[in-house]
């Protein structure tokens, strides 16, 4: 089974600023990753997918790169809707497939 | 505008059994995949199963390979989750999400709803 791994599992950012989470797979996954965003009480909400497509809606300022076992999600410029948990997820070869542990990115 | 909606959730005890629904609108139902994903209280999200566009494909995790059981009614645009043997492991919210992809399962989530909370508890 691919393990996901999260860092930092909190990260503090002033809004406007940039955020940098990354996402790590024990094996290679290839493009085969997703990011969700999760705020209390709701439910995740898809913003990218094959590493670096943007979901239907999702802002620019997020964006997705990276391939194999490292990933990258950026939010460029954070706003205050964007302080949530962030979650990745690779699809490849599955079942079975994993969510990792998730990043909380809170208010600096 | 693309809706799903759970239900059924509720607090049983452990060995019990329960049935979640899933209602579904918005979208050509029978286009696409259903998942189940759930949540323990505090936890990350953990996928439980899918149901393929017709039916025909249903996929579990091991944590919950025959005891879950998973299907889908097509006319009703609904999808179902029935729960056996639960164990207090099994607490969590329930989230129904749609597939991407159509026809082809695509394990990635671009429509979910507000999740059902269920609970195993003496």
């Known amino acids: 089974e691919i393990v996901m791994t999260q860092s930092p599992a909190t990260l503090s950012v002033s809004p406007g600023e940039r955020a940098t989470l990354s996402c790590r797979a024990s094996q290679s996954v290839g493009s085969n990753l997703a990011w969700y965003q999760q705020k209390p009480g709701q439910a995740p909400r898809l913003l990218i997918y094959n590493t670096s497509t943007r979901a239907t809606g999702i802002p620019a300022r997020f964006s997705g790169s990276g391939s194999g076992t490292d990933f990258t999600l950026t939010i460029r410029s954070l706003q205050s809707e964007d302080f949530a948990v962030y979650y990745c997820q690779h699809y490849n070869n599955w079942p079975p497939f994993t969510f990792g542990p998730g990043t909380k990115v809170d208010i600096k | 505008q693309v809706q799903v909606v759970e239900s059924g959730g509720g607090v049983v005890q452990p060995g019990g059994s329960l049935r979640l629904s899933c209602a579904a609108s918005?979208?050509?139902?029978?286009?696409?995949?259903m998942h189940w994903v759930r949540q323990a209280p505090g936890k990350g999200l953990e996928w439980l199963a899918v149901?393929?566009?017709?039916?025909?494909?249903?996929i579990y995790a091991d944590s919950v390979k025959g005891r879950f059981t998973v299907s889908r009614d097509n006319s009703r645009n609904t999808v179902s989750l029935q729960m056996n043997s639960l164990r207090a492991e099994d607490t969590a919210v329930y989230y129904c999400?749609?597939?991407?992809?159509?026809?082809?399962?695509?394990?990635?989530?671009?429509?979910w709803g507000q999740g059902t909370l269920v609970t195993v508890s003496s």
């Open positions: 918005g979208f050509i139902f029978n286009n696409y995949g």
């Open positions: 149901v393929s566009y017709d039916g025909s494909n249903k």
């Open positions: 999400a749609k597939d991407l992809r159509k026809g082809d399962t695509s394990v990635i989530f671009d429509y």
